[in-house]
């Protein structure tokens, strides 16, 4: 599943395995979760590489770390556009943005590319 479409799936499903292990993560329907997954997806395809070259100190002297709070400042900027799909702060987003990221990765694993 190298497609858009089939990675877009694939972080629907991460993000609801999120949502159902990690309490402070919400959503209302499941079109809220699909567009929630969308923009996650857009906000780490557009904004985050930005982010990313602009703390580029902060992360090399955090040997990497910074970049879990790059990933959870995405986690809040895609829950703050989409209505339907709520975090209850910063904790809640940085563990959801791993379980997010880990999921992901297991999905891609088994999956034929």
Same mark, same amino acid.
């Given at each position: 599943?190298?497609?858009?479409?089939?990675?877009?799936?694939?972080?629907?499903?991460?993000?609801?395995?999120?949502?159902?292990?990690?309490?402070?993560?919400?959503?209302?329907?499941?079109?809220? /979760?699909?567009?929630? $997954?969308?923009?996650?997806? =857009? &906000?780490? !395809?557009? @904004?985050?590489?930005?982010?990313?070259?602009?703390? #580029?100190?902060?992360?090399?002297l955090t040997l990497g770390l910074?970049? /879990?709070?790059?990933? $959870?400042?995405?986690?809040? =900027? &895609?829950? !703050?556009? @989409?209505?339907?799909?709520?975090?209850?702060?910063? #904790?809640?987003?940085?563990?959801?943005?791993?379980?997010?990221?880990?999921?992901?990765?297991?999905?891609?694993?088994?999956?034929?590319?």
């Amino acid at each position: 599943m190298n497609g858009i479409l089939g990675r877009w799936a694939v972080t629907i499903i991460a993000v609801f395995v999120a949502a159902k292990l990690v309490p402070g993560i919400h959503y209302d329907s499941w079109l809220g /979760l699909a567009l929630f $997954a969308a923009v996650l997806g =857009l &906000a780490n !395809a557009v @904004v985050r590489p930005i982010v990313t070259i602009l703390a #580029l100190p902060v992360v090399l002297l955090t040997l990497g770390l910074a970049l /879990l709070v790059i990933n $959870a400042l995405m986690f809040l =900027l &895609a829950a !703050a556009i @989409v209505p339907d799909f709520r975090v209850d702060g910063f #904790l809640a987003a940085l563990v959801g943005s791993i379980v997010v990221s880990v999921v992901g990765w297991l999905i891609s694993i088994f999956l034929p590319n």
